[in-house]
Structure formats: structure tokens, C-alpha cells
């Protein structure tokens, strides 16, 4: 099985669908923002004392290390900033786009402080999905909506998609 890439905005569900997918297909797990944790530190303390840039360089290194074959991938929800981590995911892997719009991503959210950037002002945070909206569908092979869906439900769909 070709690695997976679970992409899509802050709050979409990569990271509680990654773990259902791994349950039901049995292929190995991995969350790009665990592993910057587990090798960088907090991902808040990142962005407060080495800075946003730092952070997309780590998440660059980690996405360098994952194979090409056999996993789920959950990935952090900037990693459509660089067209390096682009072309490291449509080499080898599939890139399924978990697509939210922005009000349910608010409603999912709330106050959330551990995402760094959902700390900014609402008219940043959509600008910010505004610019990423294309770079998500431009990259995926699959597409699917994630609105009024539980994340069983989502699992299952991509499922449909991979048998
Ligand atoms: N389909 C869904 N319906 C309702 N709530 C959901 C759904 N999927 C995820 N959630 C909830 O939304 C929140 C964010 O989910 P999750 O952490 O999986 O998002 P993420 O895409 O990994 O975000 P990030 O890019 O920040 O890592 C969690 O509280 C989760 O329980
Ligand atoms: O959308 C983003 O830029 C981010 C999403 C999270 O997954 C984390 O990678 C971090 O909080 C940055
Ligand atoms: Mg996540």
C-alpha cells in the first residue's frame, strides 16, 4: 500500500481519522505534528521562541523520513505552505484532502490554544484558509467533505476509496 497523507486545514480531522484509519487497515501509524514533538518539543513553544519558519523546516525534516510505502499519515495543517512537502507527498504517496469549510473548523475549535496560528484574528484565519483552500485541492488525488460526517464516517468513506 502507497502511504497515505491525510491533508487539510486546522481542526479538519486528519489526526482523529489517521488513528481510525490505522485501526482498520492495520498499516502503521504516524502524525507529522507528534513527530516534531517528539523530536523538537512543544509545537506553542516552537512558534513562540524559534518562530513559524523553524517550525515549517521541522516539519519538513520529519515529512523527509517517512516512507513510501505502509503508512497513514496525519499531517499538520500548514504543510501545503512549502512546494517542497508537496512534491514529497505526490512522489510516492496518496493525498487525500479532508475538506471542512471554515465554520465548521470554528465550531470544532472553539478557543483552542494549542494551534499557534488559530490564536489570530478571525479575518487572518480566513485569509489564511482562503490561500491554503487551492494548495489542498491542487495537491490531493482524493477529495473528501468532511461537514455533518462523524469521523467513522469519513473513515469509511476514504475506505470505499482504497478497496
Ligand atoms: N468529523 C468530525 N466531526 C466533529 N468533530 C470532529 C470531527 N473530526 C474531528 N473532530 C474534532 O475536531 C477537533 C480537531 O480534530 P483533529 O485534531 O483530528 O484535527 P486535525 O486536522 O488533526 O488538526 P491539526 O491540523 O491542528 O492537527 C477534535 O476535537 C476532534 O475531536
Ligand atoms: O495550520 C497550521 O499551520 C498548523 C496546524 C497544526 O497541525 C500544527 O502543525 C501547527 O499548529 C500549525
Ligand atoms: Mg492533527
Known amino acids: 500500500m502507497k502511504t497515505i497523507y491525510l491533508t487539510g486545514f486546522m481542526g479538519s480531522g486528519k489526526s482523529t481519522v489517521g488513528e481510525l484509519l490505522h485501526r482498520k487497515t492495520g498499516a502503521q501509524y ?3 505534528d507528534q513527530l516534531v514533538v517528539e523530536k523538537y518539543g512543544a509545537i506553542a513553544a516552537i512558534f513562540e ?17 517517512i516512507p513510501e510505502t505502509g503508512y497513514i499519515v ?13 512534491t514529497l507527498m505526490n512522489k510516492s504517496g ?6 471542512t469549510s471554515f465554520e465548521e473548523v470554528a465550531r470544532r475549535l472553539g478557543n483552542d490554544t494549542e494551534r499557534p496560528l488559530w490564536g489570530k484574528t478571525v479575518l487572518e484565519k480566513k485569509k489564511l484558509y482562503k490561500r491554503r483552500y487551492e494548495w489542498y485541492t491542487e495537491t490531493a488525488d482524493i477529495r ?10 469519513i473513515t469509511d468513506e476514504i475506505m470505499d476509496y482504497l478497496t
Open 74 to 86: 496525519s499531517t499538520g495543517g500548514g504543510i501545503v505552505e512549502r512546494e517542497e512537502n508537496i
Open 49 to 65: 521562541n524559534e518562530g513559524e519558519n523553524q517550525f515549517r523546516h521541522y516539519e519538513t525534516e520529519v515529512l523527509r523520513d
Open 94 to 99: 496518496l493525498v487525500i484532502y479532508l475538506d
Open 144 to 153: 473528501i467533505s468532511t461537514d455533518g460526517k462523524s469521523p467513522t464516517e
Open 30 to 32: 504516524l502524525d507529522t
